[in-house]
């Protein structure tokens, strides 16, 4: 059975990220994935201060709710993180996250001195984003962000569910179609991962 973390990265409890990572989960689920929920709001998690602590070992010396995080990613097989988009990036709770894996990378090309360019997935993620605009390049930057923080996880960003037009909190209920596509994008990583 797989094993899936799905990260809830908008500052709102009920937004359009979190509805449609719902219905990813519930793909997920119903494929046969046991998916362990993270809420980063609850969670109490301080920026990267970047102080190297973890040129030690690879981990994050900061003592707070990340250590969980970390351990919880690194022990999954597929990974779910839904995010807004804040100025064509990620949420403020996201990034907290990603800059807190730094200590992964230190790691992976400092301590191990893997050779950088070289990739080796083992795992597979999905991303679920919501924006209010329909701007072209609305998800590229933050595209870039997730791609880079899953390839420090040896895990390839294999599905994104992007959905433009979506503001206010619900705005993604009067888009079933959204819905359905995040239901069978988290159906088909859980799928994927039990059969690869």
């Excluded at 973890?54 to 969980?68: L, T, Y």
């Excluded at 301590?111 to 919501?130: C, D, K, M, N, V």
């Excluded at 960003?157 to 993604?172: E, Q, T």
Aim: overall charge positive.
């Amino acid at each position: 059975m797989s094993r899936i973390v799905a990260i809830y990265g908008s500052p709102r409890r009920q937004g359009n990220t979190a509805a449609l990572l719902d219905q990813a989960v519930a793909g997920a689920r119903s494929a046969g994935a046991t998916v362990e929920p993270l809420v980063l709001r609850d969670l109490e998690m301080s920026p990267c201060l970047e102080i190297y602590g973890c040129k030690k070992d690879g981990r994050c010396v900061i003592q707070d709710d990340f250590q969980r995080v970390y351990d919880l990613c690194l022990a999954s097989q597929g990974l779910m993180l839904a995010s807004p988009i804040f100025f064509y990036a990620v949420s403020a709770h996201a990034k907290i996250m990603l800059d807190r894996f730094q200590s992964l990378w230190v790691k992976k090309y400092w301590i191990e001195r893997r050779p950088f360019g070289q990739r080796h997935y083992t795992r597979q993620g999905l991303f679920i984003s919501a924006g209010a605009t329909q701007g072209a390049k609305l998800f590229e930057g933050a595209l870039r962000s997730v791609r880079y923080f899953m390839d420090v996880l040896d895990m390839e960003l294999v599905d994104s569910v992007l959905c433009r037009g979506l503001d206010l909190a619900g705005d993604v209920l009067g888009h079933p179609e959204h819905l359905a596509r995040a239901r069978q994008a988290g159906q088909d990583l859980a799928l994927a991962l039990r059969d690869g």
